[in-house]
């Protein structure tokens, strides 16, 4: 006895729908595994690893040096594998410099969370500085400078990536030092010098002081209290008042 012809119809749709299903299955499951085979995740995991090995490598560069850091340590660390780490970084050289970059760009992040006062470009140059000092003597920036200082001899390249008016932070500071000559709060001089002056006694000081052992940042009362004497001696410079001439009658 024979099945309906509309039965047999049925059945055959529906093996040739399980088919359809399962080649549809069996092309995203190669995809997957070319991905695999490839090593190119999609961009957003990529960019989660490169991160990862960055944060890994910081960590390594600034405990124990340049030296006594390889590769293949940093691959074992962040649990990446070594040529994982060595298609984004050719060298450990390579992979120093963008450890630079990475810290440098979360340091920019973090002082670029200050709103700008339209009002008074003044007022944000003077918070955006007080900000700057609380962030260079942060301990892992710190540690970030002591480790791109010891080991500037042996990589040139550190020595230009660490040039001031190339730095992100820098501009940011000559940017809003521009803004307040334009809005007469500040002397109309070369705005280059004006900003160079200003982060040698805001940042470059104190980072050089704590770097060499000094205590008198350790607290944020003491350097609140040195922010607001920088800053007045800033504003008003060293000079005393103008004494008055006084002219003889005659």
Not at 155 to 183: D, H, M, T
Not at 229 to 239: M, N, R, Y
Request: charged fraction near 30%.
């Amino acid at each position: 006895m024979g099945f309906p012809e509309e039965f047999l119809t049925r059945k055959n749709e529906t093996r040739s729908y399980g088919r359809s299903e399962w080649n549809i299955r069996k092309r995203k499951m190669a995809k997957k595994v070319r991905q695999i085979r490839t090593g190119r995740p999609p961009k957003e995991i990529s960019d989660g690893i490169s991160d990862r090995i960055l944060t890994t490598a910081l960590g390594l560069f600034s405990s124990q040096g340049f030296n006594a850091t390889s590769m293949e340590q940093v691959a074992l660390v962040c649990g990446s594998g070594k040529h994982t780490i060595y298609r984004r970084f050719e060298s450990k050289s390579d992979l120093f410099l963008a450890v630079m970059e990475f810290q440098k760009r979360k340091f920019f992040d973090l002082l670029n969370r200050i709103e700008c006062d339209k009002e008074s470009p003044l007022r944000t140059l003077q918070e955006s500085c007080r900000r700057l000092l609380e962030l260079v003597v942060l301990d892992e920036i710190v540690d970030f400078y002591r480790m791109t200082i010891s080991e500037a001899e042996q990589i040139p390249k550190i020595a230009a990536n660490l040039q001031c008016e190339g730095n992100p932070s820098y501009l940011k500071i000559f940017n809003l030092v521009i803004s307040a000559q334009r809005s007469k709060e500040l002397a109309q001089l070369d705005p280059k010098f004006l900003t160079t002056q200003l982060l040698q006694v805001i940042a470059y000081y104190p980072l050089n002081e704590v770097l060499l052992g000094s205590k008198e940042f350790s607290s944020q009362s003491k350097r609140s209290k040195y922010f607001e004497k920088a800053w007045i001696l800033f504003l008003q410079g060293a000079g005393g008042p103008k004494k008055k001439i006084l002219r003889k009658k005659f």
